[in-house]
């Protein structure tokens, strides 16, 4: 936050200079171009959101809006934009939700009651508060005060000067400055200076004076602990223009960033005290070098006189990284890319600096463009190329829609094999693109998952978590659905319900000798929820339901948050039915890192559950493997995939209607029909039902490609069919035969079976009862699909009496010698001894 806010108007543009140096301004309402990062105030009779997003759009950091008008913004805007205007004593009737809906609160107060404003900054504890105290002239003690209750003072422009403080104005620098404390004797505050782009290079020393002078002149200006006051440049030349001036979280120390003239800041002739630059600085560096010196014929020469070789070149670039696949060679062609546009940006007067800026102000956008290609590169092609070369051939909408066919009578044992197959999975590679992103999680904690969380879901947070008991307001869903999700938890609560382990066993293996296992529910559980824009209850439940029945003692649900920052009142709604503890916003790899090592807000967990995209699947396997994370998986995960066996009985609709059902959820999914004996024309119906049906969908683009890529295979005999399908060990199984229930008994690999005609794989997924978390890729060959067993672990126990050890104890004593470890068989023979 920054130390002050000053509230300006037009007539104060005399300030601007200054105040740009120190942080962020409050601006009334301008009619005219303002500097990037301002807060605006609107404090106008009607709402006009179209004024609110032009502001942002154009630049500003903020609106602060009255309470009617963050109303009408709720779910518009997002809340890091909006800071809320509020009389003091009107505090208490803010809800819920407009407190979530904004980042800060701005207090309008006659005067500077800390115990007020302390009071105020309890109730909005993730906002920022700012207080304007009217007319109030503040001393440099009141600055400082405010500060260390981590609020910020908001002093109207009438009340600064950039000459000396007097009782009715005080000097931007000597407000700017109230908070710095020194903990050296000479009383100075360590300084590290940057360059605009943040490249260290160097550390000095300043005092109150030269950082008032820097602030009101823009130069850098140090304190010397041996001459005084130093003004960079003063006799080298090598001077500075302050861009900014920030202090640190401890207000002990400051950062300059600075505009450094050649030669450099140090006084060796460098850029950096530092050693030098590295990078995109480096080549900078270089490039404005060569641009003033390089001999006439050099290929940089040329590339800066010959605008047409630099623009064929960036596009040759552009177009190589494009078609790169591996790290290796994305991260090599787009080397190239950046060195010829820096040429271009170099050339034409444009620094790294401009283009940081340019990216931060485009990131203040609030309305977005469709952000569809142009016509001349929608086909992958260049405005210049001789012809049109499409990046992938152009899709007949009228086509049929069509599956291979494979014969197992006819085929090979190999070609039979690799049908089996699923697709390579490169979990490896996965792994290492993770692997950083746990670490940092790992290592930062709720920072880098907010870092994370703003780079990949494009959503600012202020908060990691949302705690129970959550609130009314973020669960208001139609009727309908809350009945349909009602009935859906009841049916999967009964289900699971009667799979609980909840009595020991106990077994007398020999007189007086007892053994027990008794079931436990794995204490704390992490429950991922795919989502963002998604609306996923169905898998709250099917990971819920199964926690709660089994009695996990904390259930925190991770899922990624909308791009309002919330999580969708259906997945709230499911997370008060299962008691969840709380709800972590977050998703891909960075949520699965918090759960598993835990960070300030995350509670750690002992086990994960959920299905996700590869991101989320290479973080499970990775953290599961840490021996320091302690902590296990479900199962692993690839693509979602169905298995149907039809005979003659099929109804063609159906099949192809099931089909689809999973052939729609992404071009990798796996689908295959086994055809036991079905003539030409009932197979020809079957695909005839899937074009119709699929070019009535609305993912008919995704079914385009995973329908092709699914196979119908031929088989002579329900006996052949069953065998084929337990090798494939599908994820479902869709039985659609004559005697479908008599078949169940000879399935051994499945995740889970959906029997006859009216038994839907979509009612497995949703409210049937069964659980919809199961094992792909083959694994239902080892592993189980989630049941509330998951949930459970068992402790074995084993009691003896002393005649049981008579009879069991020389048995153990024998073995115990047999294997050469002595003191097992003594702990056996001392008791013996002292029952004899």
């Known amino acids: 936050m920054p130390v002050f806010l000053p509230l300006l108007d037009g007539a104060d543009s005399a300030l601007y200079p200054a105040l740009s140096r120190i942080g962020p301004t409050i601006l009334t309402a301008p009619t005219g171009p303002f500097p990037d990062g301002s807060y605006i105030l609107l404090d106008g009779p009607a709402y006009d959101g179209d004024l609110v997003a032009s502001y942002l759009d154009q630049g500003a950091q903020k609106v602060i809006v009255p309470l009617a008008w963050a109303k009408e913004l709720v779910d518009t805007i997002p809340n890091d934009r909006i800071i809320l205007l509020l009389d003091a004593g009107a505090f208490s009737s803010v809800s819920d939700t407009i407190r979530a809906a904004v980042s800060g609160v701005l207090i309008q107060s006659s005067n500077l009651d800390l115990d007020l404003i302390s009071s105020i900054s309890k109730f909005f504890a993730n906002s920022e508060i700012y207080v304007h105290a009217g007319h109030t002239l503040p001393a440099r003690s009141s600055i400082r005060q405010i500060v260390g209750i981590n609020a910020t003072l908001v002093i109207p422009a009438a009340q600064l000067t950039l000459d000396q403080s007097t009782g009715s104005q005080i000097n931007i620098a000597d407000a700017f400055t109230a908070p710095l404390v020194s903990d050296r004797p000479d009383g100075l505050f360590p300084t590290v200076v ?12 300043s005092s109150l004076e030269s950082v008032k002078e820097s602030i009101l002149t823009g130069r850098g200006v140090y304190q010397s602990r041996k001459h005084g006051l130093w003004r960079k440049g003063e006799t080298s030349g090598a001077t500075q223009a302050v861009t900014s001036i920030r202090l640190d979280c401890d207000s002990d120390s400051l950062e300059f960033r600075v505009v450094q003239h050649p030669p450099g800041f140090c006084h060796l002739n460098r850029m950096s005290c530092f050693g030098s630059a590295s990078g995109f600085s480096a080549l900078q560096s270089t490039l404005v070098s060569r641009l003033q010196s390089a001999p006439e014929g050099s290929y940089t020469k040329r590339l800066f006189n010959d605008a047409t070789l630099l623009r064929s070149k960036i596009m040759e670039e552009a177009d190589e990284l494009c078609r790169a696949e591996t790290k290796e060679e994305v991260a090599f062609e787009a080397a190239d890319l950046f060195y010829f546009a820096l040429t271009k940006c170099v050339g034409s007067g444009v620094s790294i600096a401009d283009i940081e800026a340019s990216l931060d102000k485009k990131a203040k956008r609030v309305t977005r463009r469709a952000g569809n290609a142009k016509p001349q590169w929608s086909q992958g092609t260049t405005p210049a190329a001789p012809a049109p070369v499409p990046s992938k051939p152009s899709v007949d909408v009228t086509a049929s829609i069509r599956m291979r066919t494979a014969d197992l009578s006819v085929i090979s044992d190999s070609d039979r094999a690799a049908l089996l197959r699923r697709p390579v999975l490169k979990s490896d590679e996965m792994i290492e693109k993770v692997k950083p992103i746990v670490s940092k999680v790992r290592t930062d904690g709720d920072k880098a998952l907010l870092e994370f969380t703003a780079k990949f879901d494009r959503v600012t947070l202020q908060e990691t978590c949302v705690r129970a008991p959550f609130s009314e307001d973020a669960m208001q869903i139609d009727e309908d659905v809350r009945q349909a999700i009602d009935q859906a938890y009841k049916n999967i609560r009964m289900f699971h319900e009667a799979q609980l382990d909840d009595g020991p066993l106990i077994v007398e293996t020999m007189p007086g000798v007892v053994c ?6 794995v204490a704390r559980v992490g429950l991922y929820v795919p989502g963002g824009t998604a609306i996923l209850p169905s898998t709250a439940l099917m990971l819920g339901v199964p926690a709660q029945v089994a009695g996990c003692r904390e259930i925190v649900l991770a899922t990624p948050p909308r791009p309002d920052g919330t999580v969708s009142p259906e997945v709230m709604y499911v997370a008060r039915l299962v008691g969840a503890s709380s709800i972590l916003l977050a998703g891909g790899a960075q949520a699965v890192a918090a759960l598993a090592y835990g960070t300030q807000t995350v509670p750690k967990v002992d086990k994960i ?8 699947t290479a973080a499970k396997m990775l953290v599961q493997n840490d021996t320091d994370a302690l902590v296990s998986i479900d199962m692993p995960a690839g693509p979602s995939e169905v298995l149907v066996i039809a005979d003659h009985t099929a109804n063609a609709a159906f099949v192809a209607a099931d089909l689809l059902s999973q052939a729609e959820h992404g071009v990798d999914s796996q689908v295959v029909l086994v055809a036991i004996n079905l003539t030409i024309g009932h197979l020809q119906q079957i695909e005839d039902e899937v074009d119709k049906q699929a070019k009535a969908l609305e993912r008919v683009d995704i079914i385009r490609e995973s329908i092709p890529k699914s196979i119908i295979v031929k088989s002579t005999s329900l006996e052949e069919a069953i065998a084929f399908s337990n090798d494939y060990a599908p994820e479902h199984l869709i039985l659609h035969l004559e005697d479908a229930p008599d078949v169940v008994a000879s399935i051994s690999n499945a995740g889970s079976v959906f029997v006859g005609p009216f038994t839907p794989e979509s009612c497995g997924d949703y409210a049937s009862g069964t659980n919809h978390t199961l094992p792909t890729n083959g694994y239902a060959r080892q592993f189980s699909g989630v049941n509330t ?30 294997e050469g470890l002595q003191a097992h068989a003594n702990a056996v023979r001392i008791r013996l001894a002292h029952a004899a």
């Open 609 to 616: 559950f959920g299905p996700g995209n590869q991101w989320v």
């Open 516 to 521: 027990s296992r008794i079931a436990r529910p």
């Open 194 to 205: 940057s360059s605009e782009v943040g490249q260290t290079l160097g550390l000095v020393y």
């Open 789 to 818: 067993l998951s949930f459970q672990k068992h402790i074995t126990s084993q009691q003896i009496t002393a005649n049981g050890l008579k009879a069991l104890g020389p048995v153990v004593a024998t073995l115990a010698d047999c």
